[in-house]
T-cell receptor, first 116, second 114 residues
Framework: NAGVTQTPKFQVLKTGQSMTLQCAQDMNHNSMYWYRQDPGMGLRLIYYSASEGTTDKGEVPNGYNVSRLNKREFSLRLESAAPSQTSVYFC???????????????FGPGTRLTVL | AQSVTQLDSQVPVFEEAPVELRCNYSSSVSVYLFWYVQYPNQGLQLLLKYLSGSTLVKGINGFEAEFNKSQTSFHLRKPSVHISDTAEYFCAVTSAFGNEKLTFGTGTRLTIIP
């Protein structure tokens, strides 16, 4: 199993450009998440999706949009990139807590984004 | 809502010495607790988790953690570290009720000195 995959691994954008980060999981998980990781700030939740067809804002949603395309895929879009969005972005997934007994999340390898 | 505090942002330790990485949490309800490890340029992977039962939890790579409800702590320990333990370690908490999100600490960078 591949687990959680993310594309691309690296990306450099100019201010104002747009792009979409892709994420897919093959574990049949209901919940998926997008985080950003910045030095000294840990992981901050951008958006999450508790099930196919639903999305909710996390701690830092401004400047981002998401799409839960189907159960496997959850994409993150930057419509007009800003230097403050320079970060490492992680996608994660988890099974329903009632089925798994916990909220253990499985993470992708990350996308390193630089906005100039 | 829950919160997590990792007081030590960086911990240098000599190889083969013991280490303790501290984690304190705050919550008004019962919690599940996790430790994740992030090796350089990689994603996060689960080290161990506490859901219920025994307060001493053993994880991968010789790590263990002890849940202390009265002190609201979940400190991570290893009796003898190796160079390969150099990584960033994140403590995380979630409510034990419903599909709550994980709240992460700010991380502790463990550096092993040869």
């Amino acid at each position: 199993n591949a687990g959680v995959t993310q594309t691309p691994k690296f990306q450099v954008l100019k201010t104002g450009q747009s792009m979409t980060l892709q994420c897919a999981q093959d574990m049949n998980h209901n919940s998926m998440y997008w985080y950003r990781q910045d030095p000294g700030m840990g992981l901050r939740l951008i958006y999450y999706s508790a099930s196919e067809g639903t999305t909710d804002k996390g701690e830092v949603p401004n400047g981002y949009n998401v799409s839960r395309l189907n159960k496997r895929e959850f994409s993150l879009r930057l419509e007009s990139a800003a230097p403050s969005q320079t970060s490492v972005y992680f996608c994660a997934s988890s099974e329903d807590i009632r089925a798994s007994g916990s909220n253990e999340q499985f993470f992708g390898p990350g996308t390193r984004l630089t906005v100039l | 809502a829950q919160s997590v505090t990792q007081l030590d942002s960086q911990v240098p330790v000599f190889e083969e010495a013991p280490v303790e990485l501290r984690c304190n949490y705050s919550s008004s309800v019962s919690v599940y607790l996790f430790w994740y490890v992030q090796y350089p340029n990689q994603g996060l992977q689960l080290l161990l988790k506490y859901l219920s039962g025994s307060t001493l939890v053993k994880g991968i790579n010789g790590f263990e953690a002890e849940f202390n409800k009265s002190q609201t702590s979940f400190h991570l320990r290893k009796p003898s570290v190796h160079i390969s333990d150099t990584a960033e370690y994140f403590c995380a908490v979630t409510s034990a009720f419903g599909n709550e999100k994980l709240t992460f600490g700010t991380g502790t960078r463990l550096t092993i000195i040869p």
